[in-house]
């Protein structure tokens, strides 16, 4: 009996338990029998396989004991290993669909009446916990991501929670070595938790900002008795903060950043009793207006977020300060777009390094990817005596950045709002990004501006691999259309945003583009095919400004085909890529790689 137990014992271990209790009135987590409060950190390198583990060593250099996921993929194995070898344990993200186009991204599933959908994702989560269960680097499971937020009607609620507890249910019964976690913003899912998803072990609570501190009195006020961990952490964010005299919300500065996470570790998270700690929002390096904001790099450089999570975990202060702006500002005026126009700036650095200075603008108008983009200014003059720049071709507000960089790869960056004036942007009837040619639409399936979600006809009996190796033009990949029976007919589309049919706005300004082609094949020579770019008519309030194809005869050759574009409309491609072919008596594949416009 004795060596039974001890076998037992052994075997947990080996696999890793998570336990979470309540000592007097304290909620604690336990990790193989010791004490683990998080410090963690949201994980933004899931892609970078090859360097997962000079990110987990600077990870533990920074104090962090845990990362946390929004879901798996090809990499999580890696992922899991390379935590492992580092001694870093991970929140496994399984994802849910919201139910309507959020902070996040432009989904809208059906909750009352998708119930494949609803099965498609059950599967995928009974997948993900028996293949990963047994890990010994997995902490706990972070099912769904501010899913309540990001839905319009208590119905919907109501059937999203009851889905939630038939996933969080059978995980229970899959593995009682970890524990459950659902995650919301704010307190928005506590009255359905504790209504209809029982299964629930710990409350994943995102909240950004002093806000964090009230979470304890919330839970307290409801006399909710469960653990919760703050799920995602950082400054307040453009949500609750006010906006200037332009409209543009006011960006808090580098320091309050740092501030937020430090002084907010401490004063609002560390000692409440019912958390169990923090995960900071977001260890990445971002290129867009969310990276300045929240992440901990910018294009690969320091950012105030990386230090303040050492100093908040560890006590440490930064090896190399960050520049401080202490002023950017320009002239309260409206100028015309080209204008040249003067800089306010005050820079300094504690460790007087020389300083790279530079000035990018972003407007938060249009289309996701469009109002996200941070895109570079002209400049002249230097820090001696005074800086210039020149205004973007766009129509309205602006807002402007200052950036400063070190020596050392530290980089301090302010912001200020403009409006500018431009006769032809203010006619631009669709405010999508301006794409760089040439622009890939497909090419090693890295990068890819489309989403593979626009499926037609017959779609049931076709499958697409965008990572298919064995029959490639060039590179690593190509794209592989399996089409399984010999009759009717089927289509698939790349398309932005994914999952949508001309009701949100998206897609690419791809002006100035000459050509659109493709390599192409088949594993049958009787393959007739209509291959192109644009599928929205413009019944549709966001459509395709053109639309063009080709219609062949594929061979068992790859063959380029091109379709001259110098004359359409290209000022909105939502469609990059679309396809529609039909059964030839028996089951085909096709195969597409390289497709550009340029």
Excluded at 130 to 138: F, I, S, W
Excluded at 186 to 211: A, C, H, M, Q, R
Excluded at 231 to 258: C, H, L, M, R
Excluded at 439 to 457: I, Q, R, T
Aim: overall charge negative; hydrophobic content about 35%; proline content about 4%.
């Amino acid at each position: 009996m004795r060596l039974l137990i001890l076998c037992y014992v052994l075997s947990l271990f080996s696999y890793g338990q998570t336990v979470v209790k309540k000592v007097d009135s304290t909620w604690t987590m336990e990790v193989n029998g010791k004490s683990f409060d998080i410090k963690g950190a949201t994980f933004g390198y899931h892609d970078d396989v090859a360097n997962y583990d000079t990110y987990f060593k600077d990870l533990k250099s920074l104090g962090v004991n845990t990362i946390r996921t929004w879901g798996t993929d090809g990499n999580t194995p890696a992922l899991l290993d390379a935590a492992e070898r580092h001694d870093i344990k991970v929140m496994l993200g399984i994802w849910l669909r919201h139910g309507r186009p959020g902070m996040e991204d432009d989904d809208s599933f059906d909750y009352l009446t998708d119930t494949k959908g609803m099965e498609a994702m059950y599967n995928a989560a009974v997948e993900t916990v028996n293949t990963y269960r047994d890990h010994p680097a997995l902490l706990s499971w972070g099912v769904g991501n501010e899913v309540y937020l990001n839905m319009a009607t208590d119905e919907e609620k109501l059937a999203y929670s009851k889905f939630l507890e038939r996933v969080c249910s059978n995980i229970k019964k899959l593995d009682a070595n970890h524990p459950i976690t659902s995650v919301e913003a704010w307190t928005f899912g506590l009255d359905w938790w504790e209504k209809y998803v029982p299964s629930i072990d710990i409350y994943g609570l995102n909240s950004y900002g002093p806000g964090v501190g009230l979470l304890q009195d919330e839970l307290d006020k409801s006399q909710i008795d469960k653990p919760y961990i703050v799920t995602e952490f950082g400054v307040i964010g453009e949500w609750d903060v006010p906006a200037d005299k332009n409209g543009v919300k006011i960006e808090p500065s580098d320091k309050q950043k740092y501030d937020a996470i430090v002084k907010g570790y401490a004063n609002w998270i560390k000692d409440k009793p019912s958390c169990l700690g923090v995960y900071v929002f977001h260890y990445s390096s971002g290129t867009d207006f969310g990276g300045v904001w929240l992440m901990t790099h910018f294009k690969g450089l320091f950012r105030p977020q990386y230090w303040a999570i050492r100093e908040a975990f560890t006590g440490q202060t930064p090896d190399n300060q960050v520049p401080v702006i202490k002023t950017f500002s320009l002239p309260d005026a409206e100028y015309n777009s080209e204008t040249w126009i003067p800089v306010s700036l005050d820079v300094s650095d504690v460790e007087n390094e020389a300083l790279d200075i530079s000035f990018y603008y972003n407007q938060r108008e249009g289309s996701r990817r469009r109002r996200n983009q941070i895109l570079s200014l002209n400049f002249r003059g230097n820090l001696e005596q005074g800086f210039e720049i020149q205004l973007p071709q766009e129509q309205g507000v602006i807002k402007a950045y200052a950036f400063a960089k070190d020596t050392y790869g530290n980089l301090g960056i302010a912001s200020t709002s403009i409006k500018v004036k431009d006769n032809i942007a203010a006619k631009r009837k669709f405010k999508v990004p301006k794409a760089t040619l040439p622009f890939y639409v497909y090419k090693d399936n890295e990068h890819v501006p489309y989403f593979p979600s626009a499926y037609m006809g017959n779609y049931r009996a076709m499958e697409v691999d965008l990572n298919h190796t064995k029959t490639v033009h060039s590179g690593k990949t190509a794209i592989e259309i399996s089409y399984n029976v010999g009759y009717d007919w089927y289509g698939f589309a790349m398309v932005d945003p994914a999952n949508d049919w001309g009701d949100i706005l998206g897609g690419y300004d791809i002006s100035g583009a000459k050509t659109f082609s493709f390599w192409a094949k088949s594993d049958s020579s009787n393959v007739m095919a209509t291959i192109g770019f644009g599928l929205i008519d413009d019944d549709k309030t966001y459509h395709d400004t053109a639309k063009k194809s080709v219609e062949i005869k594929l061979t068992k050759e790859w063959k380029k085909y091109t379709i001259k574009t110098k004359r359409l409309d290209l000022s909105c491609i939502r469609s990059g890529l679309v396809v529609f072919s039909g059964g030839v008596g028996l089951p085909h594949k096709i195969y597409i790689d390289d497709v550009v416009f340029e």
